[in-house]
C-alpha cells in the first residue's frame, strides 16, 4: 500500500559554505566553496516521503520570485503535488544560510520570508490535500495557527498528525491535542517537557508528560545514537547505523519524510518503519546538502542489504 502524505511547511533556498572551523564573534574567515540548493525542513520532509514512495503532496507558500519557481520545480521534479503552494507576492521565499564545518557539523540561520505569512486562507484553500491523506506533517518553520487549522481538518478527516516541534519554540498547547505522533529530537522534547533526555528513565517521563499534553505516540531523535519510540503497543530505543557523516544537514527531515512513506496509519509497524527511516537518514547524512541529499527507496533498500 502507498501512503499518502500531505506536509504543511517551509521551503527555502539554502546557500551551503563549506569552512574549515566556525567563526569566532567578531571574526571574518573566508569559505572553501559555496553552493545553492533546494531546502526548508517541510520541502525536504515532503522529498524525502517522495522518493521512498509516498503519494506526497505540499501545503506552504513562496515569494513571486526565482527562488520560489526554483522550489516548486524541485517538488514537482520529485512528483509532489504542488497545487496546494500560494505564490504571495508580499515576502520573498524562504532561505537559510548555512556553515558547515569539516566535522560535518553545521550552523544554520533561516530567513523565514513567505514561510511566515502562511495563514489559515492558504490552508483552507488546500482542503483537499489534506483530508485526502494518511497523514499530515508539519514543523515549527510556519505560524503554528495555520498549522492547528491544517490539523483540525485531518482530525475532522480521520488524517492521523505528525508534529515535528523544529525549530524549537514555545507551543500552543491546542496543537498538541490535535498531534497523534509527535517528533522532537533530545533538545526540543527537552525545551517542551522540562525534562533534560540522559537515559530511557527520562525518556519514558518524556513521554508521560507529552501524553498528559495531548500527545500519545513519541518519538525522540538523538542524533547519530538513534531514536526512542513510545507508543500505546509499547517502547524501544533503536540504535542508529554508525556511518561517517559529511553533512547532518535534512537528516532530520529525511527520517520524518522516510518514516511516513512506511508507517501504518495505526502506527502498530512503528519499529520497522523507524529502523528504515534510520537507513534513510544514515545516507543523507554521507552526501552535501539537504534535498539533494535525501536518498530513494531502492537506495534505502540496497543499502539495508550490505
Ligand atoms: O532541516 C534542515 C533545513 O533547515 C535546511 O534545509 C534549512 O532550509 C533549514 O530550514
Known amino acids: 500500500m502507498t501512503n499518502r502524505v500531505t506536509i504543511v511547511g517551509s521551503l527555502n533556498v539554502d546557500t551551503t559554505m563549506r569552512i ?19 531546502g526548508g525542513k517541510g520541502a525536504n520532509q515532503a522529498v524525502a516521503a517522495a522518493r ?20 516548486i520545480k524541485s517538488l514537482n521534479e520529485d512528483k509532489v503535488d504542488t497545487t ?10 524562504g532561505s537559510a544560510a548555512i556553515l558547515l564545518d569539516d566535522d560535518g557539523q553545521n550552523s544554520i540561520l533561516v530567513y523565514g520570508g513567505a514561510n511566515q505569512e502562511l495563514s489559515v486562507k492558504e490552508v483552507e484553500a488546500a482542503k483537499e490535500q489534506i483530508a485526502n491523506a494518511d497523514f499530515v506533517i508539519a514543523q515549527f518553520e510556519t505560524p503554528q495557527d495555520a498549522t492547528l487549522r491544517a490539523f483540525q481538518i485531518a482530525k475532522e478527516n480521520g488524517v492521523k498528525t505528525i508534529l515535528n516541534p523544529a525549530p524549537a519554540h514555545e507551543i500552543n498547547p491546542e496543537l498538541l491535542k490535535l498531534t497523534d505522533l509527535i517528533i522532537p529530537n533530545e533538545t526540543e522534547s527537552a525545551s517542551l517537557t522540562g525534562i533534560i533526555i540522559t537515559d530511557e528513565t ?8 507529552f501524553a498528559q499534553m495531548g500527545v500519545r505516540n513519541l518519538i525522540i531523535t538523538v542524533g547519530a545514537k538513534g531514536a526512542f519510540y513510545c507508543t500505546q503497543d509499547g517502547y524501544n530505543f533503536v540504535p542508529a547505523f554508525k556511518v561517517k ?9 529525511t527520517f520524518i519524510g522516510a518514516l511516513s512513506s512506511q508507517l501504518k496509519p495505526d502506527m502498530s509497524n512503528i519499529e520497522k518503519a523507524l529502523s528504515y527511516a534510520q537507513r534513510a537518514s544514515s545516507l543523507a547524512v554521507q552526501k552535501l546538502g539537504a534535498m539533494p541529499s535525501i536518498p530513494t527507496h531502492d537506495e534505502v533498500i540496497a543499502a539495508s542489504k550490505n
Open 20 to 38: 574549515k572551523r566556525m567563526p569566532l564573534p567578531g571574526e571574518t574567515i573566508s569559505a572553501l566553496d559555496k553552493t545553492n540548493a533546494a
Open 84 to 93: 496546494g503552494i500560494n505564490v504571495d507576492g508580499k515576502a520573498g521565499t
Open 52 to 71: 521512498s514512495g509516498a503519494a506526497t503532496a505540499f501545503v506552504g507558500q513562496v515569494g513571486d520570485d526565482a527562488n520560489g519557481k526554483m522550489m
Open 202 to 209: 527520562s525518556m519514558l517521563m518524556s513521554a508521560a508528560k
Open 245 to 253: 557523516a559529511v553533512d547532518t544537514t535534512a537528516a532530520g527531515d
